[in-house]
Each structure stands twice: as C-alpha cells, then as structure tokens.
C-alpha cells in the first residue's frame, strides 16, 4: 500500500472505486425536485457546476450524503455502494405530478479515482476536454476514442477526480490512463487518503442517526438561505440555536494500535466521542480516525483517553506542516 500511496499523493494513479451509486435525473422538474429534498441550493448549479449535499427525512436527521453534478440535460448523484435502493425508495415518495425521470445508472457505468501532484499535468496530455479545476466542476472530453466524464472531488484532497465511462469502455480508458504514465493502485490505499482529507462516508462515519451539522460540513453542503426543503426546519433550528451536541473530528493516537470503529474515547471515566473509521496515517506516521466528539470536548488540541492509548482531537484535512 505504501508505493500505492505515494502515487496518489507525488505521483499519478487512479483506482476503481467498486460500486459507486450513480442516479441520474431528468426531465424539466428535475432541480426543483431535488432542490427540495437536500440541504445545499443545488437549483443554482450550472452546467459544469456541482456540489456536495445531505438527503435528510422529515426529521431533519441524514439519509445519504452525496456529490450533485449538474449536466445539460440531467443532474447526476454519485454516492457510496448499495445507496441506490433506499434512495430511490425515498426520493420516489416525493414524486407526484413532477416531470422528472429517476434512474439507478450504477450497473452501466466505471467511476475511477484519479489522484496525486502529477496528475492534473499528465490529464492535460491525454484528456481532450476542459480540465475541471474547482471542486465538483467537470467537463466531457475523451481519452483515446473513449468519451468520459471527469469529475473534480475532494474525496482525497484537492488532486482528486472521478473519471467515469462506461463498463464497456472501462478497459480503454484504464489502456489510455496506463499510456499516459498513471499507475494503478490498490482500492485499500483509498481510505488513509480519506481519512487524511477528513472526508466522512454515508454507513461508516454517517448515518440515519446524525443530523447535517454533526458531520460539520456546513460550509461546503448546507445552504442555510435556499428556503423550504425537506428537514430544512431541524436545521434552521439548530442553526439558530448555535450549536449541535457532538461534531466529527480527526482524532490522533499516540499508540501503534488502530482503533476500532465504536472505540469509545474517554476524558477520564467519562464517554465523550466514539471511533468511526481509522488507519495508520502514512502521513503522521500513526493511527489517525474519524470520530464524533461531544461538544466542550471537540476543540483542537483536546487530549483524550481510549483502549488503545491516549489522543488527540487535530484539525483535518492534514497539510504538509501537520505532519510531522
């Protein structure tokens, strides 16, 4: 794992990302539709344009969490594996008279993870098509005679993109990247990455028990302006009221030992936050995680106790000066 890290953080690969939930919406109600069933303003998306955002029920609590990247002709969700069921499910309660089409497009599409400092340069050789730049911009443009898309994410960090085409020209488009010097890389060197960029999952650091601000993504996926949606008024409450009673955070080990998702994290006999997701940080050089903290046990720089050793709560996503 550690040549596959080193590529996607100095270098240029790309990974499969298996399963990845694609749903796709069209028809001339799509925005509002979906507008009026998450968080972010995604009615303001241009083509080109995207963004990330929470699916909430009515009780304000998260059903999914997601990227929205807006086409022509159709606004397409990209989310974790398996999510296309139970979304689909909810989202089809809420469709009445609309004019809008959903589709589950998962089986018929490849989404590769591109990554690392080189990669933007040697994308720029191979891809004919406009380089995406900001997160959640992307463009259409081939590689080789393949059409693709290419995505920016933050999944990673900020060299991250999504490069998406279909299952019949998935080999092609892996031949193309391979020609243009990208390397490929093992899935399991995706999560320190993850980790690293303080990026939460749906199913492993969110679920249908968190509310938006708990994952304190505010700035990049709640719009707090955009008016009446679904949940909205749990939100708006919250928001008003200042604050949520727990925030996830990056939380440091001291030990070798990397904890277990539900580790319980300790000031004293006291519970105050609980394990998500960890690694061994190829960047820190020790176990890092993803956890909930109480609120007045959050800041950075808290110290914390655990079965595997003591912690603290740092600041994510890890830059270069952090880690050391």
């Known amino acids: 794992m550690a040549d596959g890290y ?37 009615r303001r998306l241009q ?22 990247y807006c086409d022509d002709e159709s606004l397409t969700l990209i989310t974790v594996p398996g ?9 089809d309660k809420y469709l009445i008279r609309e004019d809008v089409e959903l589709r589950d497009v998962s089986a018929g599409r490849v989404v590769l993870l591109i990554a ?3 990669a933007s340069a040697r994308l720029a050789e191979i891809y004919a098509g406009p380089l995406p730049e900001r997160p959640w911009e992307h463009s259409v443009g081939t590689l080789g005679e393949v059409a693709v898309r290419l995505r920016r994410t933050p999944l990673v960090g900020p060299n991250g993109c999504l490069l998406e085409c279909s299952v019949d020209d998935a080999e092609a488009v892996a031949a193309s990247l391979i020609a ?43 719009s707090f302006t955009k008016g009446c949606y679904l949940g909205q ?46 690694v061994t940080s190829p960047a820190m050089n020790a176990p ?17 106790d655990s079965s595997v050793g003591g912690a603290e709560v740092i600041a994510l996503p890890i830059e270069a000066a952090d880690a050391s």
Do not use: M, W
């Not at 990302?17 to 979906?34: K, V």
């Not at 507008?35 to 995604?42: A, F, G, K, R």
């Not at 083509?47 to 929205?68: H, M, R, S, Y």
């Not at 999510?83 to 989202?91: D, G, I, K, S, V």
């Open 116 to 118: 690392g400092a080189d």
């Open 83 to 91: 999510q296309a069921e139970p979304l689909l499910a909810h989202l």
């Open 233 to 278: 008024e749990t939100v708006a409450r919250i928001d008003a009221l200042g604050h949520v009673n727990k925030l996830l955070r990056g939380v440091r080990f001291a030990g070798p030992e990397v904890p277990d998702p539900g580790t319980v994290l300790r000031q004293g006999d006291v519970e105050v936050g609980r394990v998500t997701s960890a």
């Open 180 to 222: 243009g010097g990208f390397v490929e890389c093992d899935g399991a060197t995706v999560e320190p990455l993850r980790i690293e960029a303080g990026t939460p999952l749906f199913g492993q650091d969110i679920s249908d028990a968190n509310l938006p601000q708990e994952v304190d993504r505010d700035a990049t996926a709640i």
């Open 288 to 304: 890092l995680a993803l956890a909930y903290c109480r609120r007045g046990h959050h800041e950075i720089g808290t110290r914390l």
């Open 47 to 68: 083509p080109g344009q995207g963004c990330e955002t929470f699916l909430t029920n009515v009780q304000g609590k998260i059903l999914g969490f997601a990227d929205v």
């Open 6 to 42: 080193e590529t996607l953080t100095r270098g240029a690969g790309y990974v499969r990302l298996a399963g990845r939930t694609l749903l796709d919406f069209r028809g001339a109600d799509r925005a509002s539709f979906l507008h009026n069933l998450v968080t972010n303003d995604t």
